[in-house]
Protein backbone atom coordinates (compact mmCIF):
# COMPACT_ATOMS: atom_id res chain seq x y z
CA UNK A 1 0.00 0.00 0.00
CA UNK A 2 1.01 3.78 -0.88
CA UNK A 3 1.54 6.13 1.48
CA UNK A 4 -0.31 8.44 -0.48
CA UNK A 5 -3.81 9.67 -0.21
CA UNK A 6 -5.94 7.75 -2.38
CA UNK A 7 -8.45 9.51 -4.29
CA UNK A 8 -10.83 10.19 -7.29
CA UNK A 9 -9.35 13.24 -9.25
CA UNK A 10 -9.88 15.66 -12.04
CA UNK A 11 -7.45 17.33 -13.69
CA UNK A 12 -8.30 20.50 -16.95
CA UNK A 13 -6.06 21.35 -19.44
CA UNK A 14 -5.61 24.97 -20.05
CA UNK A 15 -9.17 24.80 -23.30
CA UNK A 16 -11.08 23.36 -20.70
CA UNK A 17 -10.35 19.60 -21.53
CA UNK A 18 -11.26 17.38 -18.28
CA UNK A 19 -9.85 13.92 -17.08
CA UNK A 20 -11.60 12.05 -14.22
CA UNK A 21 -9.02 9.51 -12.34
CA UNK A 22 -8.49 7.76 -9.26
CA UNK A 23 -5.20 7.01 -7.51
CA UNK A 24 -3.68 5.40 -4.76
CA UNK A 25 -1.23 8.53 -4.28
CA UNK A 26 -2.41 11.86 -5.45
CA UNK A 27 0.92 13.76 -5.02
CA UNK A 28 2.60 11.70 -7.32
CA UNK A 29 -0.16 11.50 -9.81
CA UNK A 30 -0.16 15.29 -10.49
CA UNK A 31 3.56 15.48 -10.67
CA UNK A 32 3.31 12.83 -13.24
CA UNK A 33 -0.15 14.84 -15.06
CA UNK A 34 2.40 17.61 -15.02
CA UNK A 35 5.28 16.60 -17.02
CA UNK A 36 2.96 14.93 -19.68
CA UNK A 37 2.98 11.25 -17.87
CA UNK A 38 -0.58 11.28 -16.55
CA UNK A 39 -1.36 8.36 -19.73
CA UNK A 40 -2.05 8.82 -23.25
CA UNK A 41 -5.33 11.26 -23.15
CA UNK A 42 -3.90 13.69 -20.50
CA UNK A 43 -0.76 13.81 -22.65
CA UNK A 44 -2.89 14.44 -25.91
CA UNK A 45 -4.83 16.91 -24.28
CA UNK A 46 -1.93 18.52 -21.45
CA UNK A 47 -4.77 18.19 -18.81
CA UNK A 48 -2.83 19.44 -15.62
CA UNK A 49 -4.49 21.20 -13.42
CA UNK A 50 -6.12 19.79 -10.39
CA UNK A 51 -9.48 21.15 -10.30
CA UNK A 52 -11.24 18.73 -7.95
CA UNK A 53 -10.82 15.80 -5.47
CA UNK A 54 -12.10 13.61 -3.23
CA UNK A 55 -10.13 11.81 -0.72
CA UNK A 56 -11.23 7.82 -0.65
CA UNK A 57 -11.58 5.17 2.34
CA UNK A 58 -10.43 2.24 -0.05
CA UNK A 59 -8.82 1.78 -3.89
CA UNK A 60 -12.22 0.55 -4.38
CA UNK A 61 -14.22 3.64 -3.01
CA UNK A 62 -12.21 5.79 -5.31
CA UNK A 63 -12.49 3.46 -8.61
CA UNK A 64 -16.13 2.80 -7.71
CA UNK A 65 -16.20 7.18 -7.94
CA UNK A 66 -14.28 7.21 -10.56
CA UNK A 67 -16.73 5.25 -13.19
CA UNK A 68 -19.61 6.79 -11.74
CA UNK A 69 -18.11 10.24 -12.40
CA UNK A 70 -16.61 9.25 -15.86
CA UNK A 71 -20.92 8.04 -16.80
CA UNK A 72 -21.84 11.89 -16.01
CA UNK A 73 -22.56 14.41 -18.73
CA UNK A 74 -19.95 17.01 -18.71
CA UNK A 75 -22.63 19.60 -17.19
CA UNK A 76 -22.32 17.53 -14.22
CA UNK A 77 -19.09 17.45 -13.71
CA UNK A 78 -18.69 21.02 -14.13
CA UNK A 79 -21.66 21.09 -11.33
CA UNK A 80 -19.39 19.28 -9.27
CA UNK A 81 -15.92 21.16 -10.10
CA UNK A 82 -17.60 24.83 -9.18
CA UNK A 83 -19.97 23.56 -6.34
CA UNK A 84 -16.27 23.57 -4.39
CA UNK A 85 -13.79 25.69 -6.98
CA UNK A 86 -15.69 27.79 -9.18
CA UNK A 87 -12.76 29.70 -10.77
CA UNK A 88 -11.42 26.31 -12.15
CA UNK A 89 -8.16 27.22 -9.88
CA UNK A 90 -5.34 24.56 -9.33
CA UNK A 91 -5.98 23.06 -6.23
CA UNK A 92 -2.43 20.57 -5.92
CA UNK A 93 -1.42 22.94 -3.45
CA UNK A 94 -3.77 21.54 -1.00
CA UNK A 95 -2.24 17.77 -1.45
CA UNK A 96 1.57 18.87 -1.23
Known amino acids: MSNG???TYMVASLQGVLYTGF???LRDRIEQHRVGLGGEFSSLYRNSKLVWCEVAESIESAREREAQIKRWRRS???WLI???N???EDISWKVN
Do not use: G, M, S
Open 23 to 25: TVN
Open 76 to 78: KKV
Open 86 to 88: PYW
Open 82 to 84: ERE
Open 5 to 7: IIA
